[in-house]
């Protein structure tokens, strides 16, 4: 593919990829009030159960077309993903939104740190910058100090399993198989929480306003967000997907400002720079010629 096609494949998944962030979002301060009255573990069972009959009735001939080694991938994906989401969820019953938005955020620095000691892979020092501007950015947004108990350690857990995500959608996700996988991965995260419900019983939604949270989170935050990952996942780098994902929290607080009644902070705005500045930089690498590695990896992509 030569360099114009391929840059514009890389400005999609990057649209993508922001897209789904400020999805990610508009989600937190729902699911702070919803599990208040469902247990996290009830109300991701219910979310993914939903969301995995959708996408099966709407991916089926891409799911039917999967090698048994596409499968399999796609099923370690989405224990990894199912794991994260639980332990997210369970630590956010126990910790502050904001703080919980900056130790999840904290992927952008476990995935580069998981790719150099796992896959041996070289990280740039432009990446290094970029993380570390991202992840200023993501404490200016979140911090006004934290405690570490059960509810921060549970979130961190759920970084790290997010971040192994990244990494192996990073290697194995191909655009062809990006459908198919999704389906995948949804189906075993609905099962992974179904696991984990189903023997204390079901706690259903108490009112018309959660369902319809529910149904968002399911179809938007769900569907079409695990989908757009993904698929953008196959045309850029692990860490530059996490670099971008770190958006989420900046669109968390002005989700927050706008509907949640907060007020726009000097904290806000520094920290929104930030991360807005680790983008560009990580968008002016993108920009460079490919260096051998990634051509290694886009040739494993293909080989899988």
């Given at each position: 593919m030569?360099?114009?096609?391929?840059?514009?494949?890389?400005?999609?998944a990057?649209?993508?990829l922001v897209?789904?962030?400020?999805?990610?979002?508009?989600?937190?301060?729902?699911i702070?009030?919803l599990?208040?009255?469902?247990?996290?573990?009830?109300f991701?069972?219910?979310?993914?159960?939903?969301?995995?009959?959708?996408?099966?009735?709407?991916?089926?001939?891409?799911?039917r077309?999967?090698?048994?080694?596409?499968?399999?991938?796609?099923m370690g994906?989405?224990a990894?993903?199912?794991?994260?989401?639980?332990l997210?969820t369970?630590?956010?019953?126990?910790?502050?939104?904001?703080?919980?938005?900056?130790?999840?955020?904290?992927?952008?620095?476990?995935?580069?740190?998981?790719?150099a000691?796992?896959?041996r892979?070289?990280?740039?020092?432009s990446?290094?910058?970029?993380?570390?501007?991202?992840?200023?950015?993501?404490?200016?947004?979140?911090l006004?100090?934290v405690?570490?108990?059960?509810?921060?350690?549970?979130?961190?857990?759920?970084?790290?399993?997010?971040?192994?995500?990244?990494?192996?959608?990073?290697?194995?996700?191909?655009?062809?198989?990006?459908?198919?996988m999704?389906?995948?991965?949804?189906?075993?995260?609905?099962?992974?929480?179904?696991?984990?419900?189903v023997?204390?019983?079901?706690?259903w939604?108490?009112?018309?306003g959660?369902?319809?949270?529910?149904i968002y989170?399911?179809?938007?935050?769900?569907v079409?967000?695990?989908?757009s990952?993904?698929?953008?996942q196959?045309?850029?780098?692990?860490?530059?997907?996490?670099i971008?994902m770190?958006?989420?929290?900046v669109?968390?607080?002005?989700f927050?400002?706008?509907?949640g009644?907060?007020?726009?902070?000097?904290?806000?705005?520094?920290?929104?720079?930030?991360?807005?500045?680790?983008m560009?930089?990580?968008?002016?690498a993108?920009?460079?010629?490919?260096?051998?590695?990634?051509?290694?990896?886009?040739?494993?992509?293909?080989?899988?």
């Amino acid at each position: 593919m030569s360099a114009s096609p391929k840059r514009r494949l890389q400005a999609i998944a990057t649209f993508l990829l922001v897209a789904l962030t400020a999805v990610w979002g508009s989600t937190f301060f729902l699911i702070r009030d919803l599990v208040q009255t469902v247990p996290p573990a009830d109300f991701l069972a219910i979310r993914f159960t939903l969301a995995a009959a959708l996408m099966v009735a709407l991916f089926w001939r891409p799911l039917r077309t999967l090698e048994r080694r596409d499968v399999i991938v796609g099923m370690g994906l989405g224990a990894l993903y199912g794991g994260a989401q639980l332990l997210q969820t369970a630590g956010l019953a126990h910790t502050d939104a904001s703080v919980s938005g900056f130790i999840t955020g904290t992927y952008v620095v476990l995935t580069p740190v998981i790719t150099a000691a796992l896959l041996r892979e070289r990280v740039p020092a432009s990446t290094w910058y970029a993380v570390s501007l991202a992840t200023a950015g993501l404490a200016l947004l979140s911090l006004n100090g934290v405690s570490v108990g059960i509810g921060e350690t549970l979130t961190l857990m759920a970084a790290a399993l997010y971040a192994l995500h990244i990494i192996g959608l990073g290697r194995y996700s191909t655009a062809a198989r990006a459908a198919g996988m999704s389906v995948v991965q949804m189906i075993v995260i609905a099962a992974f929480c179904l696991v984990v419900a189903v023997p204390d019983g079901i706690t259903w939604p108490q009112s018309t306003g959660q369902w319809w949270s529910v149904i968002y989170m399911a179809t938007a935050a769900g569907v079409l967000a695990l989908w757009s990952q993904t698929w953008a996942q196959a045309h850029m780098t692990a860490t530059r997907a996490a670099i971008v994902m770190t958006l989420e929290p900046v669109f968390a607080a002005g989700f927050a400002v706008a509907l949640g009644g907060e007020s726009l902070t000097g904290r806000m705005m520094l920290g929104g720079a930030l991360v807005l500045a680790a983008m560009y930089v990580v968008e002016l690498a993108g920009r460079q010629p490919d260096r051998p590695t990634t051509q290694v990896s886009e040739a494993l992509h293909h080989d899988v």
